[in-house]
């Protein structure tokens, strides 16, 4: 299937082209015709192009020091020259850049169109009597918007893949003022650069560490101004040394009593207690200090990542360099071309999209046997299509409908099919090829007389049977009135007898469904119904209704010939494929 479907499609694409060529030619002509009168519309522009190059070094993969061993926590820059653009790139495209450009020099010498009258301005006082009127300082905003929106159109940054080099272009139907917007962009461009690469985040930095610093040193100038005043030098060696002597002081109380022991004993007691609160402070004094120090580090830490940042900034500030100041080409650029081309890419499009939609109106009708056999009728023949009578090649229809059947009948949906054209024919070439007596009955108005009214009058056939050539006869069903006992004659045996004993064959040719209900009548009495169905015209809906009609008055349709079928890819081209 996937390799069929390749020359499908291309075959699909042929035979819209070849079937609608002319209107498809004549889609194509127009539109290309109108890209051509709008390609003279635009006004040729000079462009000033200027090239940047972005040096990548080591200040674009800086990885700052982390001073916790315990995480590790990465804070690399990739190197991405697509990531490495994208800072450049925001800032020529900032609208403040193109403000200051524009307001440098002046939108009157820039977009003097945008400044002056036009030819409606008569209008501005009538328009402002129905709207609200606009303040200066709002129509300078607006004024400026426009500029600002102009310049972004005619501004063209493009960035080379693989590469480092940036190119910067801009367009303007004066040589030297493209040069002169260029030369400010560039030096508005590096001005900003050096402006965002300047900020310092190191007075900050060095501010905190030094705030931290001061917290450290008085930390720990007041735990030793602590330790001093209270003539703390070693909590656990002071608090021994004072049990010590208050044991030696009992054992000595048990030998010899006195009122000067008791006394020294309770001085003992006193400075434990006041060596259990000192060591509570001087707990609290010693946390600070190893707070205040964690801080300190820290702080430290920070102030050197940001002086190492500052000299990365440094050298991101050179890293953009000019390689080519602004140049304006000899020669404007043109656009005639390239809209010739779009033109000729959307007239394409738009004639190929017209065949289509054509052939999707035109597709509800039939184009080949296949879509005959879909509706599950039986698909007899397909005639070719024919520009002259002399053409027609009816001798398929010898081979698929059996010569032998005695009444055959011809029906179609509708007028215009071909049904009468291809019965005569028929009869003709079996006539011709089978040498067989046929009569052609045809429903005729335009005649006093036909078959039943003969019959009706009890009159003899003979009378009003023609005969075209040998062996091939022509009669009307009716006359211009249809008599009322028109369907009883019809489904008397008694009307047939005497036309099946003097012919062969009996072909008829009743009227289009669509008109009259006769050749329901005529089908009761066939051995045969073919119904006629003219290619890309038919519609399928109709075919779909008479299917229903026949099959609720229990009949059947036992063939459909398909009328004038075209092939309108040359058959040289067609066997290709």
């Known amino acids: 299937m996937s390799a069929a479907s390749p020359t499908l499609h291309l075959r699909e694409l042929l035979t819209i082209f070849y079937k609608y060529r002319a209107k498809m030619i004549s889609v194509f002509l127009l539109v290309f015709a109108l890209f051509f009168a709008v390609s003279f519309i635009p006004t040729p522009r000079y462009s000033a192009d200027a090239v940047l190059t972005v040096k990548m070094g080591a200040e674009y993969i800086y990885q700052p020091e982390n001073w916790n061993n315990r995480t590790n926590v990465e804070s690399t820059v990739p190197f991405n020259p697509s990531q490495i653009f994208k800072p450049e790139i925001a800032l020529l495209e900032n609208t403040d850049l193109h403000v200051a450009v524009i307001n440098e020099i002046t939108i009157e010498k820039l977009f003097p169109e945008l400044v002056e009258e036009s030819i409606f301005s008569f209008l501005n006082p009538v328009l402002d009597f129905f709207n609200d009127p606009q303040s200066e300082a709002e129509k300078k905003r607006v004024l400026l918007a426009k500029a600002v929106e102009k310049f972004f159109k005619r501004l063209d940054i493009e960035t080379q893949k693989e590469s480092s080099v940036i190119t910067v272009s801009f367009q303007h139907k004066h040589a030297d003022m493209a040069k002169q917007v260029m030369d400010s962009l560039l030096n508005h461009y590096f001005q900003l650069r050096k402006q965002i690469y300047n900020e310092s985040h190191l007075i900050l930095a060095e501010k905190e560490m030094q705030n931290s610093k001061t917290a450290y040193e008085q930390a720990q100038s007041s735990l030793s101004r602590f330790k001093l005043d209270n003539h703390v030098y070693d909590i656990a060696t002071q608090r021994t040394l004072l049990l010590t002597n208050k044991t030696d002081l009992m054992k000595e109380g048990l030998v010899l009593h006195n009122a000067g022991m008791e006394k020294l004993m309770g001085s003992y007691d006193t400075q434990l207690a006041k060596l259990d609160t000192l060591e509570q402070q001087l707990v609290i004094k010693e946390k600070e200090v190893q707070v205040t120090q964690d801080a300190f580090i820290l702080y430290t830490q920070k102030y050197n990542e940001a002086r190492s940042f500052d000299a990365l900034q440094q050298e991101r500030l050179g890293s953009v360099r000019t390689v080519q100041q602004p140049f304006v080409s000899a020669e404007p650029r043109k656009w005639q071309w390239l809209i010739l081309l779009a033109g000729a890419m959307v007239a394409g499009f738009c ?36 520009k002259h009578l002399e053409e027609i090649d009816i001798s398929v229809l010898l081979h698929q409908i059996n010569p032998a059947l005695r009444i055959i009948h011809f029906m179609s949906a509708r007028s215009g099919e071909g049904k009468s054209f291809l019965a005569e024919h028929y009869a003709k070439a079996l006539v011709k090829a089978a040498s067989r007596r046929v009569l052609l009955i045809k429903i005729n108005h335009q005649v006093e007389y036909g078959l039943v009214e003969q019959f009706l009058d009890d009159k003899d056939f ?64 066939a051995e045969v119904n073919i119904l006629v169905i003219q290619a890309e015209k038919t519609p399928v809906e109709s075919i779909k209704s008479l299917c229903d ?25 067609y066997k290709k494929l």
Do not use: C
């Not at 289509?356 to 023949?381: D, E």
């Not at 010939?561 to 309108?568: A, E, G, P, S, V």
């Open 351 to 386: 004639s190929l999209l017209y065949g289509y939609f054509i052939q999707f109106v035109h597709g509800r009708s039939f184009h080949n046997l296949g879509q005959i056999a879909a509706l599950g009728l039986k698909p007899l023949a397909a005639i070719p299509y024919y």
């Open 462 to 525: 003979t009378d009003i049977i023609e005969e075209v050539m040998p062996n091939y006869y022509q009669a009307a069903l009716y006359g211009s009135e249809k008599p009322p006992a028109f369907y009883d004659t019809l489904a008397n045996p008694d009307f047939w007898e005497p036309l099946a004993a003097s012919f062969d064959t009996i072909i008829l040719d009743g009227e289009a469904i669509s008109h009259s209900f006769d050749s329901m009548a005529l089908a009761r009495q």
């Open 549 to 573: 009609i026949v099959r609720s008055t229990n009949l059947g349709i036992d063939g459909v010939i398909l009328n004038r079928q075209r092939h309108h890819i040359p058959q040289s081209i």
